[in-house]
C-alpha cells in the first residue's frame, strides 16, 4: 500500500496562473480533505471531498476549487494565484465523511511557490 | 469558539530530560484529542489518541477536561523524537461533521 500520494512534488507558477493539485488516496479510504501550510504554520483546512461532493469548506475563497473522482482521487484547483497561495499543500484521507477517528493519513505534500 | 493553543513554538531538552509539549482547548461539547508528529523531511501522521489511552514511542498525553489541556509527555528523551508535534481536535461544525482543528504546532529540539 502507497498510501497517500500526491502530485507534484514542487512547482512554481506566477501570478495570476492556475494550479492544479492531485491526489491518490490511501487504499480503502473514501474521503479526501485538502489542507495548506504555510512556512511554520499549523495545517489550514480547505476543505474536504466525500462521494464526490465537497462537503465541509474552511476559510478559503471560491478561487480554490477541489473534485473528487469516482476513484476517490481528487484534485485541488487555485485559479488567479496570489503571493500568498505559496505554501504547502497536503492531502489527507480517511474512510468516512464525519472523520469519527480523527484519523487522517497524510501524503507528503505539494510545495506551491508563487512568484 | 473551537482553538487549540500550543503555547511554546519552540521547546529544547537535553537527552534523557523529561519532555513536556503543552496543548489548551477550547471547545464546548466533548472533544476528542489528537497529537500529530512530523518528523524531518516526513510526512505528517498520527502519533496518539486520547480515547485510545495508550503510550507510543514513550510518549502519553491525558486529557484534563478540567484544565482543558491535552499535554503530551515523556520521561526521558531522545534525539529522534526531535520534529513538529500538532496537536488537534475533533469537533462538530454547524452541519454536525466533524472536522480537526490544529494547533500551530511545537517544535521539539532535542540536543545530545
Known amino acids: 500500500d502507497a498510501g497517500v500520494t500526491q502530485s507534484p512534488t514542487h512547482l512554481i507558477k506566477t501570478r495570476g496562473q492556475q494550479v492544479t493539485l492531485r491526489c491518490s488516496p490511501k487504499s480503502g479510504h473514501d474521503t479526501v480533505s485538502w489542507y495548506q501550510q504555510a512556512l511554520g504554520q499549523g495545517p489550514q483546512f480547505i476543505f474536504q471531498?466525500?462521494?464526490?461532493?465537497?462537503?465541509q469548506r474552511g476559510n478559503f475563497p471560491d478561487r480554490f476549487s477541489g473534485h473528487q473522482f469516482p476513484n476517490y482521487s481528487s484534485e485541488l484547483n487555485v485559479n488567479a494565484l496570489l503571493l500568498g497561495d505559496s505554501a504547502l499543500y497536503l492531502c489527507?484521507?480517511?474512510?468516512?465523511?464525519?472523520?469519527?477517528?480523527?484519523?487522517?493519513?497524510f501524503g507528503e505534500g505539494s510545495r506551491l511557490t508563487v512568484l | 469558539a473551537q482553538r487549540v493553543t500550543q503555547p511554546e513554538k519552540l521547546l529544547s531538552v537535553f537527552k534523557g530530560a523529561p519532555v513536556e509539549l503543552k496543548c489548551n482547548y477550547s471547545?464546548?461539547?466533548?472533544?476528542?484529542l489528537f497529537w500529530y508528529v512530523q518528523y524531518s523531511r516526513q510526512r505528517l501522521q498520527l502519533l496518539l489518541r486520547?480515547?485510545?489511552?495508550?503510550s507510543i514511542k514513550g510518549f502519553t498525553a491525558d486529557l484534563n477536561k478540567g484544565e482543558t489541556s491535552f499535554h503530551l509527555k515523556k520521561p526521558f528523551a531522545q534525539e529522534e523524537d526531535s520534529a513538529m508535534y500538532y496537536c488537534?481536535?475533533?469537533?462538530?461544525?454547524?452541519?454536525?461533521?466533524?472536522?480537526?482543528?490544529w494547533g500551530l504546532g511545537t517544535s521539539l529540539a532535542v540536543n545530545p
Open positions: 471547545y464546548s461539547g466533548s472533544p476528542e
Open positions: 489527507a484521507s480517511s474512510l468516512g465523511a464525519v472523520q469519527r477517528t480523527g484519523e487522517l493519513f
Open positions: 488537534a481536535l475533533s469537533g462538530r461544525n454547524a452541519g454536525n461533521n466533524r472536522k480537526l482543528i
Open positions: 486520547h480515547i485510545s489511552r495508550e
Open positions: 471531498y466525500y462521494e464526490e461532493e465537497e462537503r
